[in-house]
């Protein structure tokens, strides 16, 4: 069955550590992949693309990579911030226009 | 502001009942999506529509439906509504480029529709 997966379990780090977050998923063949930002009872913010020919992608300070081979993207956020709390969403098109959400991880970012 | 707008923010109402939640794109965005996100589940696809036709369908139930009118903006109803049919409700906008155009399609999603049925 098509699954896409993040890390069920919340993320706690440091302020100024590096954050990585992953999104794998199987029986899918996206064109490409995208990372949003949800704060809480808001509506997701887009953040970065990737797509299938683009091994990496770089916006400040957040950085995605995108295996194909393994069917897995990672998202890092570089010097992290205690504002950087959220919860990231990983999205892929699915094929005939659908968009599936994983279940995002949350990130908090201890100061 | 993500300039996609939803009215209206909250909406109580119980079960049996029927409504309609309301969303309006960024200018010059011609598709719209419709999402259901509640508390134990993440972000669910509902439907998709393109310059007012419908062009993906996600798993939304045969009581709900949605259309896309042409100034663009789009209404969800929601009919015979059960308990289960709380949850968050948004709608998001993209330019959705046809295949090949080569320009990203990110999504602007609104701040959300919060219905609650008793």
């Known amino acids: 069955s098509q699954k896409i997966e993040q890390n069920s379990e919340a993320l706690n780090i440091q302020e100024g550590k590096t954050a990585t977050l992953t999104c794998n998923y199987t029986?899918?063949?996206?064109?490409?992949l995208q990372w949003y930002r949800q704060d809480p009872g808001r509506g997701p913010v887009f953040l970065l693309l990737?797509?299938?020919?683009?091994k990496e992608k770089r916006k400040e300070r957040l950085k995605v990579t995108f295996d194909t081979t393994l069917k897995q993207s990672l998202f890092h956020i570089t010097a992290s911030q205690p504002a950087d709390s959220a919860t990231y969403l990983c999205?892929?098109?699915?094929?005939?226009?659908?968009?599936?959400f994983g279940a995002g991880t949350r990130l908090f970012v201890k100061a | 502001d993500s300039g996609v707008t939803q009215t209206p923010k909250h909406l109580i109402t119980a079960t049996g009942q029927r409504v309609t939640l309301r969303c309006s794109p960024r200018s010059g965005d011609l598709s719209v999506y419709w999402y259901q996100q509640s508390l134990d589940q993440g972000l669910q696809f509902l439907i998709q529509?393109?310059?007012?036709?419908?062009?993906a369908k996600g798993n939304i139930l045969e009581r709900f439906s949605a259309q896309q009118f042409p100034d663009l903006h789009s209404e969800l109803n929601l009919s015979s509504l059960e308990l289960g049919d709380s949850a968050l409700y948004f709608c998001?906008?993209?330019?959705?480029?046809?295949?090949?155009?080569?320009?990203?399609?990110?999504?602007?999603f609104g701040p959300g529709t919060r219905l609650t049925v008793l």
């Open positions: 998001a906008s993209s330019v959705n480029p046809l295949p090949g155009q080569g320009r990203d399609n990110e999504q602007f």
């Open positions: 999205a892929l098109e699915a094929g005939g226009f659908k968009t599936i």
């Open positions: 029986n899918y063949s996206p064109a490409y």
């Open positions: 990737i797509r299938e020919n683009e």
């Open positions: 529509y393109y310059n007012g036709e419908e062009r």
